[in-house]
């Protein structure tokens, strides 16, 4: 309940400061403001994927249940991140570049990894819970996560339009109140992704639990 309650402060705290702290852009007007919740649901989306990359390749290593449970939670929550981050980008592009979707690096790249780990969870679905099925798709979240480094260097490597928020760069270089907002608006998502981290490991586990009852009640009959 503490995660929940803390949750939610973070989340009217992070829309406070979105709407009535951080100033209005003075080029892109009130659209930029999507940007917050856009960045920080990236960089959660990388920690999902990071977590869901490590335990992944512990579990090739130590073929441990509990590296898999958390591989399989952590990819599905960065999942939906993922999701977030193609829905409100082309939101805040449509009115900034005049399209919908542009296929630069940034954007493909990010497809690419929505694609991937999409494969993931389908041949996770495919294979169920079985030994060979835990292997499979553990080589998949591992091979997956390289394609993270290639979005975060995409636009220095092949020169995207995409604009870099945190440096000094083209499209960088923010005021301190832009800087706080997306901080607290990191924190909000952060937490979020930590809640439904925890809420789906344990369906994880009591779904394994179930699982195995029902093969040693078989055996036993």
């Known amino acids: 309940m503490i995660l929940h309650a803390t949750t939610a402060v973070a989340f009217l705290s992070a829309l406070g400061a979105i709407f009535f702290y951080a100033p209005v852009e003075a080029n892109q007007g009130i659209v930029q403001k999507i940007f917050y919740i856009h960045v920080a649901s990236a960089f959660t989306m990388y920690i999902g994927f990071f977590i869901g990359f490590l335990c992944a390749l512990l579990y090739l290593l130590e073929k441990k249940l509990l590296w898999d ?3 399989v939670t952590a990819i599905e929550v960065g999942f939906v991140f993922c999701t977030g981050v193609l829905l409100t980008g082309p939101i805040w592009a449509r009115p900034i570049w005049g399209a919908w979707w542009d296929w630069e690096p940034r954007l493909t790249t990010t497809l690419l ?11 996770r679905g495919y294979f169920g819970i079985s030994p060979r099925g835990r292997t499979t798709t553990s080589i998949v979240a591992v091979l997956a996560f ?10 220095r490597l092949w020169r995207g339009i995409h604009p870099s928020v945190m440096g000094s760069g083209r499209g960088g270089g923010m005021p ?3 800087q706080l907002t997306l901080a607290i608006s990191f924190l909000a998502t ?15 586990i009591s779904a394994n639990r179930l699982v195995a009852l029902r093969l040693k009640r078989s055996e036993e009959s």
């Open 113 to 123: 990894l929505w694609l991937l780990y999409a494969s993931y969870l389908v041949l």
């Open 176 to 178: 301190f109140s832009m």
């Open 190 to 204: 952060a937490l979020l992704f930590f809640l439904l981290l925890t809420i789906r490991f344990r369906l994880e």
């Open 146 to 155: 390289l394609d993270v480094p290639l979005i975060h260097f995409s636009v």
């Open 69 to 71: 449970e958390l591989a």
